[in-house]
């Protein structure tokens, strides 16, 4: 199994990215695929997630209206759209999966995860 992120970087106040979350090793289409984040000196929460078999979403109250979450089944690809980025949204970005059909941020869900990426949003 490998989830492997692509997308982040260094953004000024108020820019976008698109994080990428490409997945194998598993059948992509009964699982919930999420991004969590964690800021140094702070736990890991959950940003956004989907399941992949109706596209069922979930955001966190700090990245409502501002970030959204999609999926390519085809590529077994997940996408979070970050817009109007702030420098609270610094962070290393994780994409998560596992076996589910309801969208939740409970860690015990997610079997496999990635690396993690650096999202640095400057002010």
């Known amino acids: 199994v490998q989830l492997v992120e692509s997308g982040g970087g260094l953004v000024q106040a108020g820019g976008s990215l698109r994080l990428s979350c490409v997945t194998s090793g598993f059948n992509f289409e009964d699982h919930i695929v999420g991004w969590f984040r964690q800021a140094p000196g702070k736990e890991r929460e959950g940003v956004s997630c989907?399941?992949?078999?109706?596209?069922?979403?979930k955001y966190g109250a700090s990245v409502a209206g501002r970030f959204a979450i999609s999926k390519d089944n085809a590529k077994k690809t997940v996408y979070l759209h970050m817009n109007n980025l702030k420098p609270d949204d610094t962070a290393t970005y994780f994409c998560?999966?596992?076996?589910?059909?309801?969208?939740?941020?409970?860690?015990?869900?997610?079997?496999?995860w990635g690396e993690g990426i650096q999202v640095t949003v400057s002010s």
């Open positions: 989907i399941t992949t078999a109706d596209g069922d979403t």
């Open positions: 998560a999966a596992g076996w589910g059909l309801v969208a939740t941020f409970w860690e015990n869900e997610y079997e496999y």
